[in-house]
């Protein structure tokens, strides 16, 4: 093989090697995320081959590194939220703008009615969402369940734009995409799961300087899922909305120039939530403690994310833990997706590298 015939090889830099929170994960993790993904299974949301590729992610393990001390009930709802995010993603990932707003405003009915009956011949994200919602707020806090529905509506909200830009065929400025990705990442909501025990005031949730750390961590998850999906993403023709593609058009480079970029920027981030740590005002002893706690769920985020892209099998296949040491993982060749396949039938491919 000549060198020009070689398979390009991407290189992934170790973004997260100075942040302080290690990697750690919850002790009900496995047992409670067998029984969402058993729950899960129940709906038939995919072929059996799909539900396969969907399985080997491990959602589940995804929910269970950020809140590490929450109870097995409260786990569960982390859980179910992975599933439930994950379900969404794929059945919209493939419609236009018009079809993904009635899927989401199934959706936002079902949270906002979960103990309405979802009506007949109604598409399953409904009932899905009934459920798991319907669970969660048996032992949620009253405010955990309001900021719950408040960012999960933004994140759906967002997943129409999404569409809207893939309908386009629209590549966004950086500024851009990071406002949108922000909340279709679906980081707001998943921070819920480690503050449903709490009762978080608003004067402290929304408090400017906690709204900031929000967001930069959801930056940083947004970065490292990023590089994770690209070679994924850019072999089905859906990486436009990829921060990779993005710099890479924005600033007329290549591949290793927008990664350097990224790197970059990455560290500016991880700089800025250090900083924002320092200026976090004091609320009372009883809410700085409950504080605390929601910021400690927040900091273990980006390492938790960084490490699932390569322990589940959703972007490297079952080579992930091998190419977290190397961080070099051949290009995927371009693979043609069947436009007719949606809903039940929609295909969630199985990385093989």
Same mark, same amino acid.
């Not at 569409?163 to 386009?168: F, G, I, L, T, V």
């Given at each position: 093989m000549s060198s020009s015939e070689a398979v390009k090889m991407l290189y992934l830099p170790e973004t997260m090697s100075n942040w302080p929170w290690p990697r750690a994960i919850n002790p009900h993790y496995e047992e409670v995320s067998a029984e969402s993904n058993a729950w899960f299974h129940s709906f038939k949301a995919f072929t059996q081959r799909s539900q396969a590729a969907f399985d080997k992610c491990d959602f589940g393990r995804l929910a269970s590194g950020p809140a590490l001390t929450i109870c097995a009930e409260h786990l569960r709802t982390g859980c179910d939220l992975m599933n439930l995010f994950f379900v969404v993603d794929e059945y919209t990932d493939v419609e236009p703008a018009p079809v993904c707003r009635e899927m989401v405003d199934i959706v936002i009915d079902a949270l906002n009615n979960p103990h309405k009956p979802r009506p007949e011949g109604e598409i399953l994200l409904g009932q899905v969402a009934k459920e798991f919602w319907e669970l969660a707020i048996k032992t949620a806090s009253p405010a955990s369940q309001k900021h719950f529905?408040?960012?999960?509506? +933004?994140?759906? @909200?967002?997943?129409?734009?999404?569409?809207? =830009?893939? +309908? @386009? +065929? &629209?590549?966004?400025?950086?500024?851009?995409? %990071?406002?949108?990705?922000?909340? @279709? !990442?679906?980081?707001? /909501?998943?921070? *819920? $799961?480690?503050?449903?025990? #709490?009762? %978080? $005031? =608003?004067?402290?949730?929304?408090? /400017? *300087? !906690?709204?900031?750390?929000?967001?930069?961590?959801? +930056? #940083?998850?947004?970065? =490292? @899922?990023d590089i994770a999906s690209y070679n994924k993403e850019q072999a089905h023709g859906d990486d436009r909305h990829n921060i990779l593609t993005i710099a890479m058009h924005q600033f007329a480079t290549d591949f290793d120039g927008a990664m350097n970029w990224v790197c970059e920027y990455h560290e500016e981030v991880e700089a800025k939530f250090l900083d924002g740590l320092k200026r976090v005002p004091s609320f009372g002893a009883d809410v700085d403690r409950e504080l605390a706690e929601y910021i400690l769920h927040l900091a273990n985020w980006p390492r938790c994310n960084d490490c699932w892209n390569f322990e589940s099998g959703r972007y490297f296949g079952k080579k992930g833990l091998e190419i977290q040491k190397t961080r070099v993982v051949p290009l995927? /060749? &371009?693979?043609?997706?069947? /436009?007719?396949? &949606?809903?039940?039938?929609? *295909?969630? $491919? #199985? *990385?093989? #590298?």
């Open positions: 529905v408040e960012a999960f509506t +933004d994140y759906l @909200n967002s997943v129409v734009i999404q569409a809207e =830009d893939r +309908d @386009n +065929d &629209k590549i966004r400025t950086i500024d851009e995409y %990071l406002q949108t990705r922000r909340e @279709n !990442i679906g980081a707001r /909501p998943s921070y *819920v $799961p480690g503050e449903l025990h #709490l009762n %978080l $005031p =608003d004067e402290a949730f929304y408090h /400017p *300087v !906690i709204k900031e750390l929000e967001y930069h961590i959801a +930056d #940083l998850i947004i970065l =490292d @899922n995927m /060749p &371009k693979v043609h997706m069947d /436009p007719t396949a &949606k809903t039940e039938q929609v *295909v969630v $491919p #199985l *990385v093989e #590298l």
